[in-house]
């Protein structure tokens, strides 16, 4: 059974860094897309960055130029980067990952746990 566990979140000061991994365990036959969300307190899950197969990405607006994402294929395991960090930054970041179980059956998106990402003084 596939999973994605993430590690890395915290409690940082404004300004401060964190980074985030996510591994993939289990059987599958290739992974797309791979990518971060984030949810704050009291609004909807949003897109942070994603990564594709062949190492295109996107950023959100809001963290271009503080977050960088990227990922080893052979592990398998994405990371995200996040410096100059802002209190606006804080939520439960969730791992994406859109994967093939086999060579017959389609991709499905895996989400993992989430980790708690606070930044406050």
């Known amino acids: 059974q596939v999973q994605l566990v993430e590690s890395g979140g915290g409690l940082v000061q404004p300004g401060g860094s964190l980074r985030l991994s996510c591994v993939v365990s289990?059987?599958?036959?290739?992974?797309?897309?791979m990518g971060w969300y984030r949810q704050p307190p009291g609004k909807q899950r949003e897109l942070v960055a994603i990564?594709?197969?062949?190492?295109?990405?996107n950023y959100a607006d809001s963290v271009k130029g503080r977050f960088t994402i990227s990922r080893d294929n052979t592990k398998p395991t994405v990371w995200l980067q996040m410096n100059s960090l802002k209190p606006e930054d804080t939520a439960v970041y969730y791992c994406?990952?859109?994967?093939?179980?086999?060579?017959?059956?389609?991709?499905?998106?895996?989400w993992g746990q989430g980790t708690q990402v606070t930044v406050s003084s």
């Open positions: 994406n990952a859109a994967i093939q179980i086999s060579i017959r059956t389609m991709t499905y998106n895996y």
């Open positions: 289990g059987s599958f036959f290739s992974i797309k897309n």
């Open positions: 990564i594709t197969n062949e190492a295109n990405i």
